[in-house]
T-cell receptor, first 115, second 109 residues
Framework: GAVVSQHPSRVICKSGTSVKIECRSL??????MFWYRQFPKKSLMLMAT?????????EQGVEKDKFLINHASLTLSTLTVTSAHPEDSSFYIC???????????FGQGTRLTVV | GIQVEQSPPDLILQEGANSTLRCNFS?????LQWFHQNPWGQLINLFY???GTKQNGRLSATTVATERYSLLYISSSQTTDSGVYFC???????????FGTGTRLLVSP
């Protein structure tokens, strides 16, 4: 199967700082990538759809200025949590589908803790 | 929006037992996947199964799209099967996957 790599796997940051999470498709190109958020013992909720070379599409209720998404190439999307607060602490996970493929693959996830 | 419900929410099994997990969805879909989320959070692809039946070792899945449900069968369960199982669906014309509520499985030795 296709491989999606996410980095870092775990990060602790202070309130008010920004954190960048990278999502890379290692063996395929992806015009579109997806960012999900998961709270403890809950399901995955889509935050935004990242589109290569254009603006991301955010789900209702997701602050686009808080969660900045950049999809600068066909193999890399980044999520930046700006001015992080403790309530932003969560598990963030990205997904991508090879162009022309219908099966989605997921990164390892990033556990963010804001102190 | 579409609702994706999984049952049971929690399941405890003895090693060696069989189980059936269910995924019900409220609208027609053109893509359905089953995932296993391990204790470290990694989502592992189990099946891409918009319709029909597939088998992979001790696991098999069946999707009856016309009746809007899918089943995941786990036979001869092992402790390494523990974790959370999610189904996720994609509606026609949309790219995003909508996840189900999940089934948390614990297999004890």
């Amino acid at each position: 199967g296709a491989v999606v790599s996410q980095h870092p796997s775990r990060v602790i940051c202070k309130s008010g700082t920004s954190v960048k999470i990278e999502c890379r498709s290692l063996d395929f190109q992806a015009t579109t990538m997806f960012w999900y958020r998961q709270f403890p013992k809950k399901s995955l909720m889509l935050m935004a759809t990242s589109n290569e070379g254009s603006k991301a599409t955010y789900e209702q209720g997701v602050e686009k200025d808080k969660f900045l998404i950049n999809h600068a190439s066909l193999t890399l999307s980044t999520l930046t949590v700006t001015s992080a607060h403790p309530e932003d602490s969560s598990f963030y996970i990205c997904s991508a589908r090879p162009n022309g493929n219908t099966e989605a693959f997921f990164g390892q996830g990033t556990r963010l803790t804001v102190v | 929006g579409i609702q994706v419900e999984q049952s049971p929410p929690d399941l405890i099994l003895q090693e060696g037992a069989n189980s059936t997990l269910r995924c019900n969805f409220s609208d027609s879909v053109n893509n359905l996947q089953w995932f296993h989320q391990n204790p470290w959070g990694q989502l592992i692809n189990l099946f891409y199964i918009p319709s029909g039946t597939k088998q992979n070792g001790r696991l098999s899945a069946t999707t009856v799209a016309t009746e809007r449900y899918s089943l995941l069968y786990i036979s001869s369960s092992q402790t390494t099967d523990s974790g959370v199982y999610f189904c996720a669906v994609r509606l026609g014309g949309f790219q995003k996957l909508v996840f189900g509520t999940g089934t948390r499985l614990l297999v004890s030795p």
